[in-house]
């Protein structure tokens, strides 16, 4: 198990260092200049090689990356080109933000996805079974913005009991949270359906039904533990994809977290900033990915045998 | 004479699937004493298993229904009992041991954990140590070191997997145990084992048993009297000496016998029997094994054979009016 | 009671095909879905027969601005004065030629590059798919909208952006396909009769790998709507005056306080296209695997 971990981790090694070239490459290879861009169209030649020469970015490619990676070696990921803070005083000022978006609609979303996706299962092909999979369905297919957009008029717009911007207060996240959660939420809905419903099926519920064992007992114990197994991956998925995913939302109620802080860093050119950003989420939703398998390997004993070989 | 266990009456079952009504089990009769032996033959399909799952009351839900006869447990109908009643009866009166023990057991529980709880649920004033004690018991009793009760059922093969089946099914020592084709996963090595213990358990424990199975020559070893069933009914039925050295057969029996090899015979082909079983959906007029009968006369496909009885001989077939 | 496999390979390829077809005729759902995204892909191909571009979809009118529905205009007119029903089909184009012409992007390279991992492994699937799992690890919509903000909005940027995204996920798929049917007996007879590898990949992989391919292509094609929807609506994808879905929501959302009706058409289009492709993919999932199907 131990040799298990270390091999994942040593693996991240050159995964980060793939993702921070292809950024760098992005970067520093599209058009535009960040000293330019800094200092405006006005600008003197003079100025602008000034500013060249201080930000680092009058080098070569390969020189810049080589650059880069080694200060980034040492720890030593750089300052923003335009706010001239280190970058990560800036990644952490905003990244509570969007842990708490992500963390609450996921939250939300194993809440009424094990609830619903396990009574629908029990349920099979009831009135009420139907209805919820209909209502998954599109709920799926609905875009989250469009859902941000109806909460909005909803919420601050008629009824005016909720904000429709900002992230000062817990009733600021109400809707941003229940926006980006629906796509999740009917997600893990459908899952545990289908994963119920292919376990209530199994020879194993059959015996533990020969057992006399109570129809709650097989539900909740037999079943469910092992119909749990893939939705516990989709939920380590959902929950490192929405660190990165929220972006969307954030934009809609102008919450200042690390998507909007990733696009102004985009457009600004501000090299450090981006990488620094989309590394440390990237590594973030790695460590999700990696602490989900181990938890995987506590609930089904074969996968822990198989991590141990 | 030894005492009824269990009785089934006229029990047909059907299910209902998305391409119509199935007809898996029709007007079948057979009965069990106490202690004894029965083996249930026929081909995959006969409707064999879903006997049993309606002794256990367990037919799939919404799909499979009861749609009359009566099953007697000790002289009581098991048909008006209420679910905890009936809950009450499984895994303590009467066990199941399904076909395939590499699915029949949950992966994320112990083997222990899995023994453990039938006897807990039918003794519930058991404590701890008792329940702890009677699992230890049980490994034993069917030749597993009791040590490997923390296992989980990866780490056994087949034949270990079916020997703690076995355990879970004899650990509330049941009136009678239903095991469903219990070697037919096993290597053939293992397949003799599993059954000589079965067996041997079976009668120290004096329990009866309805053994499902497509091999006579299993039923010629263990069994005391064997059912034949066909397309949903019982063909013909009778003590073991009737069926292997009685006099008269339903041409089904015949056929299943002619197809299975025989050493000491003199014939170098084996006579398997033309045609498939009938689709349960659709099953034909009269005599359902009339298309495939050697015999077959006009009044075969038109009106249902009647019950020949001759003793504890029971055959369903108009050669022997 | 498992019904009989009564499928005999006579004519592997047909038959298999024609077995997935019928099951999936047979799947209601799939058949609404079905339809529903064959009305919404003829509305796509047809529009222009009927909307001109220039007078009905883009040509700003003030004085007919935010007119509730009537006879000649449907669903009403937008804060400029156009036709919302117009604007409304005429985005199906778009949105219908984004979310096909990234899967079929994303479709030949992943393809390409999932056979060569997973038939000739070694290296070369070493390298392929470490790349893959870089461009994995980036979360969410991250690199997409990282490409977008770098290179500039516009249809072609849009385009490789989102297609890069999705080529990880093909590759994967076909990779797996691939490695799954490598080792069946027919790959291992057709080698053993001196079967060459192109012959192999093209007469027996690929007509094998196709299902699980159609299934991803069709749930492709439904978040490639949604990803061109949600850039556009933060001003990374198609900008206005064109209107497509998410640029039209993008617009509406400044008029949400006065014209809330402005977000309900677009937002209807985009979940009923999503949804119809989604009963699809489903239907297609179910009846490539029946016991899968509950």
Same mark, same amino acid.
């Given at each position: 198990?131990?040799?298990?971990?270390?091999?994942?981790?040593?693996?991240?090694?050159?995964?980060?260092?793939?993702?921070?070239?292809?950024?760098?490459?992005?970067?520093?290879?599209?058009?535009?200049?960040?000293?330019?861009?800094?200092?405006?169209?006005?600008?003197?030649?003079?100025?602008?090689?000034?500013?060249?020469?201080?930000?680092?970015?009058?080098?070569?490619?390969?020189?810049?990356?080589?650059?880069?990676?080694?200060?980034?070696?040492?720890?030593?990921?750089?300052?923003?080109?335009?706010?001239?803070?280190?970058?990560?005083?800036?990644?952490?000022?905003?990244?509570?933000?969007?842990?708490?978006?992500?963390?609450?609609?996921?939250?939300?979303?194993?809440?009424?996805?094990?609830?619903?996706?396990?009574?629908?299962?029990?349920?099979?092909?009831?009135?009420?079974?139907?209805?919820?999979?209909?209502?998954?369905?599109?709920?799926?297919?609905?875009?989250?913005?469009?859902?941000?957009?109806?909460?909005?008029?909803?919420?601050?717009?008629?009824?005016?009991?909720?904000?429709?911007?900002?992230?000062?207060?817990?009733?600021?996240?109400?809707?941003?949270?229940?926006?980006?959660?629906?796509?999740?939420?009917?997600?893990?809905?459908?899952?545990?359906?289908?994963?119920?419903?292919?376990?209530?099926?199994?020879?194993?519920?059959?015996?533990?039904?020969?057992?006399?064992?109570?129809?709650?007992?097989?539900?909740?114990?037999?079943?469910?533990?092992?119909?749990?197994?893939?939705?516990?991956?989709?939920?380590? @998925? !959902? %929950? +490192?994809?929405?660190?990165?995913?929220?972006? $969307?939302?954030?934009? /809609?109620? =102008?919450?200042?977290?690390?998507?909007?802080?990733?696009?102004?860093?985009?457009?600004?050119?501000?090299?450090?900033?981006?990488?620094?950003?989309?590394?440390?989420?990237?590594?973030?939703?790695?460590? @999700? !990915? %990696? +602490?989900?398998?181990?938890?995987?390997?506590? $609930?089904?004993?074969? /996968?822990? =045998?198989?991590?141990?070989? | 004479?030894?005492?009824?266990?269990?009785?089934?009456?006229?029990?047909?079952?059907?299910?209902?699937?998305?391409?119509?009504?199935?007809?898996?089990?029709?007007?079948?009769?057979?009965?069990?004493?106490?202690?004894?032996?029965?083996?249930?033959?026929?081909?995959?399909?006969?409707?064999?298993?879903?006997?049993?799952?309606?002794?256990?009351?367990?037919?799939?839900?919404?799909?499979?229904?009861?749609?009359?006869?009566?099953?007697?447990?000790?002289?009581?109908?098991?048909?008006?009992?209420?679910?905890?009643?009936?809950?009450?009866?499984?895994?303590?009166?009467?066990?199941?041991?399904?076909?395939?023990?590499?699915?029949?057991?949950?992966?994320?529980?112990?083997?222990?954990?899995?023994?453990?709880?039938?006897?807990?649920?039918?003794?519930?004033?058991?404590?701890?140590?008792?329940?702890?004690?009677?699992?230890?018991?049980?490994?034993?009793?069917?030749?597993?070191?009791?040590?490997?009760?923390?296992?989980?059922?990866?780490?056994?093969?087949?034949?270990?997997?079916?020997?703690?089946?076995?355990?879970?099914?004899?650990?509330?020592?049941?009136?009678?145990?239903?095991?469903?084709?219990?070697?037919?996963?096993?290597?053939?090595?293992?397949?003799?084992?599993?059954?000589?213990?079965?067996?041997?358990?079976?009668?120290?424990?004096?329990?009866?048993?309805?053994?499902?199975?497509?091999?006579?020559?299993?039923?010629?070893?263990?069994?005391?009297?064997?059912?034949?069933?066909?397309?949903?009914?019982?063909?013909?039925?009778?003590?073991?000496?009737?069926?292997?050295?009685?006099?008269?057969?339903?041409?089904?029996?015949?056929?299943?016998?002619?197809?299975?090899?025989?050493?000491?015979?003199?014939?170098?082909?084996?006579?398997?029997?033309?045609?498939?079983?009938?689709?349960?959906?659709?099953?034909?007029?009269?005599?359902?094994?009339?298309?495939?009968?050697?015999?077959?006369?006009?009044?075969?496909?038109?009106?249902?054979?009647?019950?020949?009885?001759?003793?504890?001989?029971?055959?369903?077939?108009?050669?022997?009016? | 009671?498992?019904?009989?496999?009564?499928?005999?390979?006579?004519?592997?390829?047909?038959?298999?095909?024609?077995?997935?077809?019928?099951?999936?005729?047979?799947?209601?759902?799939?058949?609404?879905?079905?339809?529903?995204?064959?009305?919404?892909?003829?509305?796509?191909?047809?529009?222009?027969?009927?909307?001109?571009?220039?007078?009905?979809?883009?040509?700003?009118?003030?004085?007919?601005?935010?007119?509730?529905?009537?006879?000649?205009?449907?669903?009403?007119?937008?804060?400029?004065?156009?036709?919302?029903?117009?604007?409304?089909?005429?985005?199906?184009?778009?949105?219908?030629?984004?979310?096909?012409?990234?899967?079929?992007?994303?479709?030949?390279?992943?393809?390409?590059?999932?056979?060569?991992?997973?038939?000739?492994?070694?290296?070369?699937?070493?390298?392929?798919?470490?790349?893959?799992?870089?461009?994995?690890?980036?979360?969410?919509?991250?690199?997409?909208?990282?490409?977008?903000?770098?290179?500039?909005?516009?249809?072609?940027?849009?385009?490789?952006?989102?297609?890069?995204?999705?080529?990880?996920?093909?590759?994967?798929?076909?990779?797996?396909?691939?490695?799954?049917?490598?080792?069946?007996?027919?790959?291992?007879?057709?080698?053993?009769?001196?079967?060459?590898?192109?012959?192999?990949?093209?007469?027996?992989?690929?007509?094998?790998?196709?299902?699980?391919?159609?299934?991803?292509?069709?749930?492709?094609?439904?978040?490639?709507?949604?990803?061109?929807?949600?850039?556009?609506?933060?001003?990374?994808?198609?900008?206005?005056?064109?209107?497509?879905?998410?640029?039209?929501?993008?617009?509406?959302?400044?008029?949400?306080?006065?014209?809330?009706?402005?977000?309900?058409?677009?937002?209807?289009?985009?979940?009923?296209?999503?949804?119809?492709?989604?009963?699809?993919?489903?239907?297609?999932?179910?009846?490539?695997?029946?016991?899968?199907?509950?």
């Amino acid at each position: 198990m131990h040799r298990y971990i270390i091999k994942r981790l040593l693996m991240l090694i050159p995964v980060m260092l793939g993702i921070s070239f292809i950024l760098y490459a992005i970067m520093t290879l599209t058009p535009g200049d960040p000293a330019q861009l800094i200092l405006g169209p006005g600008a003197t030649q003079e100025a602008i090689d000034q500013l060249r020469a201080e930000l680092g970015t009058d080098v070569g490619f390969w020189e810049g990356y080589v650059n880069w990676l080694t200060d980034a070696l040492h720890g030593e990921f750089g300052t923003s080109y335009r706010s001239k803070e280190p970058v990560f005083d800036e990644v952490f000022a905003r990244f509570p933000n969007t842990l708490k978006l992500a963390s609450s609609a996921i939250i939300i979303s194993v809440i009424f996805g094990l609830a619903i996706g396990i009574f629908q299962a029990v349920h099979q092909y009831s009135l009420a079974d139907n209805i919820m999979s209909g209502a998954t369905l599109v709920l799926t297919s609905m875009p989250d913005f469009w859902i941000g957009l109806i909460l909005i008029i909803i919420f601050a717009v008629w009824l005016k009991v909720l904000p429709a911007s900002g992230a000062n207060h817990w009733y600021n996240f109400i809707m941003p949270a229940i926006t980006a959660s629906i796509n999740y939420t009917a997600n893990t809905i459908r899952m545990t359906r289908s994963s119920m419903l292919e376990v209530i099926r199994s020879d194993y519920i059959r015996t533990a039904r020969a057992k006399g064992v109570p129809e709650r007992t097989v539900i909740y114990k037999h079943a469910l533990k092992n119909a749990l197994l893939p939705v516990v991956t989709l939920i380590g @998925i !959902n %929950l +490192g994809w929405q660190l990165g995913g929220t972006i $969307i939302v954030e934009q /809609i109620f =102008a919450i200042p977290g690390i998507g909007t802080l990733m696009i102004g860093a985009v457009r600004g050119k501000d090299t450090p900033l981006l990488m620094a950003s989309v590394l440390f989420v990237a590594l973030l939703s790695a460590l @999700i !990915n %990696l +602490g989900t398998d181990i938890l995987y390997a506590y $609930i089904d004993p074969r /996968i822990k =045998a198989e991590y141990s070989k | 004479m030894s005492e009824k266990l269990l009785e089934i009456k006229d029990l047909s079952v059907v299910y209902h699937t998305e391409d119509g009504e199935v007809y898996a089990v029709n007007h079948a009769d057979l009965s069990i004493n106490k202690g004894e032996t029965l083996g249930l033959v026929g081909e995959t399909g006969a409707g064999k298993t879903t006997t049993c799952l309606s002794i256990m009351r367990l037919l799939p839900e919404k799909l499979g229904e009861i749609i009359s006869g009566d099953i007697l447990l000790n002289g009581e109908s098991i048909m008006s009992k209420s679910e905890a009643e009936m809950r009450s009866i499984r895994g303590n009166e009467v066990s199941m041991i399904f076909q395939d023990p590499m699915t029949s057991l949950n992966p994320v529980y112990t083997v222990g954990d899995q023994i453990a709880e039938v006897i807990q649920i039918h003794n519930p004033n058991y404590t701890k140590e008792q329940v702890e004690k009677r699992v230890d018991e049980m490994f034993l009793m069917v030749g597993l070191p009791a040590e490997r009760k923390t296992e989980y059922p990866h780490q056994f093969s087949g034949g270990m997997k079916q020997r703690i089946v076995i355990a879970m099914a004899l650990a509330c020592e049941p009136n009678l145990i239903l095991a469903d084709e219990p070697t037919t996963a096993l290597d053939v090595t293992i397949q003799a084992q599993v059954l000589q213990m079965m067996k041997d358990l079976k009668e120290k424990l004096n329990t009866a048993m309805i053994l499902v199975t497509h091999d006579l020559g299993i039923v010629a070893q263990t069994c005391d009297s064997v059912a034949v069933m066909y397309a949903g009914e019982v063909i013909e039925n009778g003590t073991v000496e009737d069926i292997f050295e009685g006099e008269n057969h339903h041409p089904y029996t015949v056929g299943l016998f002619g197809s299975i090899p025989d050493l000491t015979s003199k014939s170098n082909r084996l006579h398997p029997i033309d045609g498939l079983m009938p689709d349960p959906s659709n099953l034909p007029k009269g005599c359902k094994f009339s298309p495939r009968c050697p015999h077959c006369k006009d009044i075969c496909k038109e009106v249902e054979p009647p019950v020949i009885k001759n003793g504890t001989h029971m055959i369903r077939c108009h050669l022997y009016k | 009671m498992s019904v009989g496999t009564s499928a005999k390979p006579k004519y592997k390829k047909r038959s298999q095909i024609a077995m997935i077809w019928r099951r999936f005729i047979k799947n209601r759902m799939a058949m609404i879905g079905l339809i529903l995204f064959a009305i919404m892909l003829i509305i796509a191909v047809v529009s222009p027969l009927f909307i001109n571009y220039e007078t009905d979809v883009i040509q700003q009118t003030i004085s007919e601005r935010f007119m509730s529905p009537s006879a000649e205009h449907l669903f009403g007119t937008d804060q400029f004065g156009r036709d919302i029903f117009s604007r409304v089909l005429w985005g199906a184009r778009i949105s219908m030629s984004v979310g096909v012409a990234v899967v079929i992007i994303s479709l030949i390279i992943g393809s390409i590059l999932g056979a060569v991992a997973g038939f000739f492994g070694g290296i070369a699937d070493n390298i392929i798919m470490r790349f893959m799992d870089i461009l994995l690890a980036i979360p969410g919509t991250m690199l997409a909208i990282t490409i977008v903000a770098a290179l500039g909005g516009g249809i072609q940027n849009l385009l490789l952006a989102l297609s890069i995204e999705q080529i990880p996920k093909m590759t994967r798929i076909v990779r797996s396909s691939v490695l799954t049917l490598k080792t069946q007996d027919y790959i291992e007879a057709a080698r053993a009769c001196g079967t060459t590898n192109a012959r192999i990949i093209y007469r027996h992989i690929i007509p094998n790998a196709i299902g699980p391919i159609l299934v991803q292509a069709s749930l492709t094609v439904a978040r490639t709507i949604i990803s061109v929807a949600s850039m556009s609506f933060i001003g990374l994808g198609i900008n206005p005056p064109e209107p497509e879905w998410g640029a039209m929501l993008s617009e509406a959302k400044n008029q949400l306080m006065n014209y809330p009706y402005l977000v309900v058409a677009p937002g209807v289009a985009i979940i009923l296209t999503v949804t119809s492709l989604t009963l699809v993919g489903d239907g297609l999932r179910d009846a490539l695997d029946p016991k899968m199907k509950n």
